[in-house]
């Protein structure tokens, strides 16, 4: 079973920037793919940034050359660096480890941090 904490939410004004960290109990190598998604009360959870099955990163429109996700193996952690913020971007922002179980692919979730984006 993977673990995801994830660190780094907060408020901040519209322009500003927040780099969102989500810190894995495993290897890196070891998951499939990993991604994140974002949430808004009484709306569906959204893809922001993951990997496609050509193993290509692939943003939202909404976020992209705004987003930057990035990975640092030697610490089995995953970032999400949010520039130009804007006050639609405020959510609950989660982790997700996307991986094959052996049997069946799998889906771990963080417990998700809440990015605000206000004057």
């Known amino acids: 079973q993977v673990q995801l904490v994830e660190s780094g939410g907060g408020l901040v004004q519209p322009g500003g920037s927040l780099r969102l960290s989500c810190a894995a109990s495993e290897r890196l190598s070891s998951i499939n793919s990993m991604g994140w998604y974002r949430q808004v009360p009484g709306k569906q959870r959204e893809l922001v940034v993951g990997l496609n099955t050509g193993g290509s990163t692939m943003y939202a429109d909404s976020v992209k050359g705004r987003f930057t996700f990035s990975r640092d193996i030697s610490k089995n952690t995953v970032y999400l660096q949010m520039n130009s913020l804007k006050p639609e971007d405020t959510a609950v922002y989660y982790c997700?480890?996307?991986?094959?179980?052996?049997?069946?692919?799998?889906?771990?979730w963080g417990q998700g941090t809440q990015v605000t984006v206000s004057s």
């Open positions: 997700n480890a996307h991986t094959w179980s052996g049997s069946e692919w799998r889906d771990y």
